[in-house]
């Protein structure tokens, strides 16, 4: 016999169920109360808030939600998560989530001998429950954070989480699928990645859910704990159906010495809200932001990056790239924020953004806060159409406008994708920004828009292909 569905909306008897059906340490069961009270006390963004001037949540109906599924282990699925293209890739582990349940889990025997723990969130707070009550939701993204975040406090389902121990270099990849294919469901994946000193991984993860009505939502939390001299080159995909309401925050604490490199690539959802943040807390820390978006149709895409220095000789290097097209809108704000302390920080922001259509729009909004008088930072944005003398350049080659408008997008995009760790899912998102863009341009192939302004700064990969560089192109 079935156990009954879980009750819709976040609600007291929502939160009540969900501690009664899960078995959980004492602990844990009273922090989710206590993020539930967060939620309760923290207000509903509204427009007249600065971070949300530009997002409008009232299409959002968390009422109709259901917020959590059976439990968050389950047993073996059907076919894989893992792409098949990434199949023959050589990785530390695998780790599939489907609707909050570990379908799959494996860890080289080599890590595991090494002391390496990788696997569901659920199973290791059973397994090793003080690493993660140490880390879970503390000092990195307490419930406290944000509305959204105490939400996720209370009611967070599953997740991965990831242990290097001191000195260990892990020389592969791992991977993580949370997939979400019931609709009318809230995903809550939290992932918690802890790193001992000296050590090293490489973690790559996707969130993915099909294309289905009712309204989904998805509040996930993402916290990184870099010990020091530790490296982590740390991937997110946001791959959410076109019905999904997201909301999420990636957030890593460097201590001294340590290197992280964070790539940030959202491809889906109806609405993606999300901060991305480095808090630079020890000496000598260094960060690299690596960020792509991709909008058409009516999405809405908002995003928040901290560059947060407060310790010196810490340097930070923020890179964010959009391409929209339709209707679709882009929100980029960013901030670097030296503390007073932070001396000889270094610290550079960018964000850029290509419009193919006349109806897609990109705000961005740089900022910088800077309290040390010996500093270098800097930052700047773009935001323009596909440029005419480039088209034109490219064209004059008998190449039709469509195929030109799809070498521009992809010089401008490849540099971002060319970063990620795995060959599979570069070779995926190269094929699907590939026929977006098609779809986007083929219709307006023959549109005159010689009248329109240019804006972006040109990329020579698309030129550097045909053996040139446009005019006025970087060196």
């Not at 009232?58 to 990434?86: C, I, Q």
């Not at 992932?191 to 993860?205: F, R």
């Not at 406008?401 to 899912?425: K, N």
Request: proline share 6%; hydrophobic share 40%; charged share 25%.
């Amino acid at each position: 016999m079935s156990a009954p569905a879980a009750p819709r909306g976040f609600t007291d008897e929502a939160i009540a169920d969900l501690l009664r059906r899960r078995d959980e340490p004492a602990w844990m069961r009273e922090r989710r109360q206590a993020a539930w009270e967060a939620y309760q006390a923290i207000p509903m963004p509204v427009r007249t808030d600065e971070e949300w001037r530009r997002t409008d949540l009232r299409p959002l109906r968390l009422g109709e939600v259901e917020p959590f599924g059976m439990d968050g282990a389950g047993g073996p699925g059907g076919e894989s998560l893992l792409p098949e293209a990434e199949r023959d890739e050589r990785l530390a582990g695998f780790l599939g989530i489907r609707d909050a349940r570990a379908v799959e889990r494996r860890l080289d025997d080599v890590w595991a001998a090494r002391g390496v723990i990788f696997t569901d969130l659920a199973t290791a707070l059973r397994e090793h429950p003080e690493l993660v009550r140490d880390h879970f939701m503390t000092r990195n993204v307490p419930a406290t954070d944000s509305k959204f975040a105490a939400l996720h406090g209370a009611f967070w389902d599953n997740g991965a989480f990831l242990y290097v121990p001191r000195g260990v270099v892990v020389d592969a990849p791992f991977r993580v699928v949370v997939a979400a294919d019931v609709p009318g469901r809230a995903s809550l994946p939290h992932t918690l990645i802890v790193l001992g000193e000296g050590s090293q991984a490489t973690y790559v993860e996707t969130f993915t859910s099909p294309d289905l009505a009712p309204q989904g939502f998805s509040s996930r939390v993402a916290e990184l704990f870099l010990g020091p001299a530790s490296h982590l080159d740390y991937a997110s995909v946001q791959h959410w159906g076109r019905s999904v309401f997201d909301f999420h925050t990636e957030r890593a604490l460097l201590e001294k010495d340590s290197t992280l490199v964070l790539h940030s690539i959202e491809m889906g959802s109806r609405l993606s809200k999300g901060r991305v943040e480095s808090i630079m807390h020890g000496p000598g820390s260094n960060a690299r932001l690596i960020g792509l978006y991709f909008g058409d149709g009516s999405q809405h895409l908002d995003r928040y990056t901290l560059q947060d220095h407060q310790a010196p000789n810490a340097t930070s290097d923020l890179l964010f790239k959009g391409v929209l097209t339709d209707k679709a809108r882009s929100v980029y704000s960013g901030l670097i924020r030296v503390h007073p302390h932070a001396q000889k920080t270094d610290a550079y922001q960018k964000n850029r953004n290509l419009l193919l259509s006349r109806t897609a729009r990109a705000d961005s909004i740089p900022n910088l806060e800077i309290g040390a008088n010996d500093v270098r930072c800097t930052h700047g944005a773009t935001v323009g159409k596909v440029d005419e003398d480039e088209l034109f350049y490219i064209m004059c080659r008998g190449i039709t406008r469509a195929d030109a408008t799809r070498l521009i997008v992809e010089g401008f995009v490849d540099p971002q994708i060319e970063e990620l760790p795995i060959a599979g899912l570069r070779d995926a998102l190269k094929r699907e920004i590939g026929a977006r863009v098609g779809a986007a341009v083929e219709p307006i192939a023959d549109e005159p828009t010689a009248d329109e302004p240019a804006g972006v700064e040109p990329d020579t990969a698309a030129a550097a292909a045909l053996g040139a560089s446009p005019a006025g192109a970087p060196a």
